[in-house]
């Protein structure tokens, strides 16, 4: 069973920083990209960071220059460092592992999904 356990999340003052992490087991860990996803109410799910296999890396234009995503294939996790966040930053943000070992960009190309951890950010 492939599990998805991210922590992180929590509230924020603008201009603060958050790192989020997301655990996986059940899965060898080191052949997938991994992304992080963040969703606010009645918007789709969007693609924030992706990371490959081999720690290849894509940012959404939005969050480049303010957000990093790694990966530490020993401790089968991945992170995401936010810093400079902004009130849109606001979201339930997830991580998810990708059917295969490249940078994907759409939801449905993920296969195993985090609960999702609340981000939220104040003015």
């Known amino acids: 069973q492939v599990r998805l356990v991210e922590s992180g999340g929590g509230l924020v003052q603008a201009g603060g920083s958050l790192i989020l992490s997301c655990e996986v087991s059940?899965?060898?860990?080191?052949?997938?990209?991994m992304g992080w996803f963040r969703q606010t109410p009645g918007k789709e799910r969007e693609v924030v960071a992706a990371i490959s296999w081999n720690g290849v890396t894509y940012y959404t234009e939005s969050v480049k220059g303010r957000f990093i995503i790694s990966r530490d294939n020993g401790k089968n996790t991945v992170y995401l460092q936010m810093s400079s966040l902004q009130p849109e930053d606001t979201a339930v943000y997830s991580c998810?592992?990708?059917?295969?070992?490249?940078?994907?960009?759409?939801?449905?190309?993920?296969?195993?999904w985090g609960q999702g951890t609340q981000v939220t950010v104040s003015s």
């Open positions: 998810a592992m990708a059917r295969g070992p490249y940078i994907t960009y759409a939801a449905r190309t993920y296969d195993y």
């Open positions: 059940g899965r060898i860990f080191s052949n997938y990209a």
